[in-house]
């Protein structure tokens, strides 16, 4: 990319950011707020929908891009597919931040917005693997999409409970995924991550360290959703083989902890879907670790995530499975860390 292309789409970044900055402003003085729970971290009311900043920026920028770089363009029916989702995602996540709905309707607004994305065509049929070659999933492709997009969504949104933690991550992964995507020529993912970049950056200093608004769904699913939306498009990325594991390798600290923590609750004969304070990293500040290390470790474990995905990207296609066992790796040393915190604390069962 030329210097002086880069120092314009840096300049377009700074100014969404801007953009997104004063729309987090205008929430916290709006006031709509997150009152004090027994599963919150917060001890008193916060005003929340901070991420209206976030949506605001993403389908701004969004729209300038299909109406305007052409060269950036996904397909049409792609294009419109994934605005589509995005408004669709944004609005209903706005509403449950206002009326606080159970996780069915949540889940079913969810569904339908990936509906939206998949039935533009915006879904991934074919892998390619290392010793298998091509692999063509036909119609499973479509349902794997969609458990991938809700999974990923309802990620994010599990994981934002305290400062920092769901956006900080969502921006390094955001970082990492548009530098990725410059490397191997997809300028849309390029952009768009850039997008949701700029939204995160003009929040973040709002949210951490000290909380003076927070997400609220309407930002952390808006987050998981265009994440999980873009991990399908960066499939597609014609010269870099198994692509469609770069947004699982930038997310997978918190995929993780959301995978352990569901199963180990359903192992447990829980209801899944009940409010609960159970994840790896809630277990962490509960036993003691001060909310601001736990944010800054899911920070690394993103850190980490670019790092292996470059890594990856750039391995022999027989040496790639390899690299995958480096994030399970570090997840498992969390994991008898969180637990050793635990019963040094005396949490019992969590």
Same mark, same amino acid.
């Given at each position: 990319m030329a210097l002086t292309a880069f120092a314009r789409h840096i300049a377009f970044v700074v100014l969404l950011a801007a953009i997104s900055a004063a729309m987090v402003r205008l929430m916290i003085d709006i006031g709509v707020m997150d009152r004090p729970d027994p599963r919150k971290s917060h001890q008193r009311p916060t005003p929340k929908s901070g991420g209206v900043g976030i949506v605001v920026v993403f389908l701004l920028g969004i729209f300038t891009l299909y109406e305007f770089a052409f060269f950036s363009r996904l397909a049409d029916p792609y294009f419109r597919g994934v605005i589509l989702a995005s408004i669709l995602i944004a609005l209903v996540a706005f509403l449950d931040d206002l009326r606080d709905w159970p996780f069915t309707i949540k889940l079913a607004a969810q569904i339908v917005a990936a509906l939206a994305a998949l039935g533009s065509g915006l879904y991934v049929r074919i892998f390619h693997l290392p010793y298998f070659g091509a692999l063509d999933l036909g119609w499973f492709g479509a349902l794997a999409t969609l458990a991938w997009i809700l999974f990923t969504t309802n990620a994010m949104n @599990? *994981?934002?409970? %305290?400062? /920092?933690? &769901?956006?900080?991550? &969502?921006? *390094? &992964?955001?970082?990492?995924?548009?530098?990725i995507a410059e490397r191997f020529g997809g300028w849309f993912v390029y952009f768009a991550a850039l =997008? =949701?970049?700029?939204?995160? %950056?003009? @929040?973040l200093p709002f949210n951490f360290p000290r909380a003076r608004i927070f997400m609220g769904d309407v930002g952390s699913q808006f987050c998981g959703f265009v994440l999980a939306v873009l991990g399908v498009a960066a499939s597609r990325f014609e010269r870099a083989e198994m692509s469609f594991l770069i947004v699982p390798l930038l997310l997978s600290g918190v995929l993780f902890d959301v995978a352990f923590t569901l199963l180990r609750r359903a192992l447990a004969g829980e209801n899944i879907t009940r409010p609960h304070r159970g994840h790896l990293y809630q277990v962490a500040m509960r036993a003691g670790l001060d909310a601001r290390i736990?944010? =800054? %470790?899911?920070? /690394?474990f993103a850190v980490l995530g670019g790092i292996v995905c470059l890594a990856f990207l750039g391995a022999l296609s027989a040496l790639k499975p390899l690299w995958l066992l480096l994030p399970l790796l570090v997840q498992g040393v969390w994991v008898a860390f969180v637990v050793r915190l635990a019963r040094r604390a005396a949490l019992g069962a969590w």
């Open positions: @599990f *994981i934002d409970g %305290i400062n /920092g933690l &769901a956006a900080g991550t &969502a921006l *390094i &992964a955001s970082l990492f995924l548009a530098f =997008l =949701l970049a700029a939204g995160l %950056i003009g @929040f736990v944010a =800054l %470790i899911y920070w /690394g």
